[in-house]
Nanobody, 124 residues
Framework: QVQLVESGGGLVQAGGSLRLSCVAS????????MGWFRQAPGKAREFVSV????????SYADSVKGRFTIARDNAKNTVYLQMNSLKPEDTAVYSC?????????????????WGQGTQVTVSS
């Protein structure tokens, strides 16, 4: 069973940056595709970014493309989400998720393992 723990959230002004981290334990980290999702109050959970097992392939939601960067360090069992040029509409709880097959899926329903989430609040 994989456990995921996120950190790095907080309050930041519009235009600022944050780096989220997600540390995995209880499994072979390099065998998991890792994704980041977010959920704002009253809204559905939405895809943010995903990275392949090797880290060589990534994908982003259009809303964050060019501002967010996903990366992973398999030696540290950690996936990161660097968020730059933050906007108030980026305010949400951000969660990392893991899946064992190879597809870079954007549907949260396909990820069996989840962290508890970390709050990101962007003030205007």
């Amino acid at each position: 069973q994989v456990q995921l723990v996120e950190s790095g959230g907080g309050l930041v002004q519009a235009g600022g940056s944050l780096r989220l981290s997600c540390v995995a334990s209880g499994g072979s980290f390099s065998n998991f595709v890792m994704g980041w999702f977010r959920q704002a109050p009253g809204k559905a959970r939405e895809f943010v970014s995903v990275i392949s097992k090797s880290g060589l392939t990534t994908s982003y939601a259009d809303s964050v493309k060019g501002r967010f960067t996903i990366a992973r360090d398999n030696a540290k069992n950690t996936v990161y989400l660097q968020m730059n040029s933050l906007k108030p509409e980026d305010t949400a709880v951000y969660s990392c998720a893991a899946k064992e097959d190879w597809q870079l899926t954007t549907s949260y329903r396909m990820y069996p393992y989840w962290g508890q989430g970390t709050q990101v609040t962007v003030s205007s």
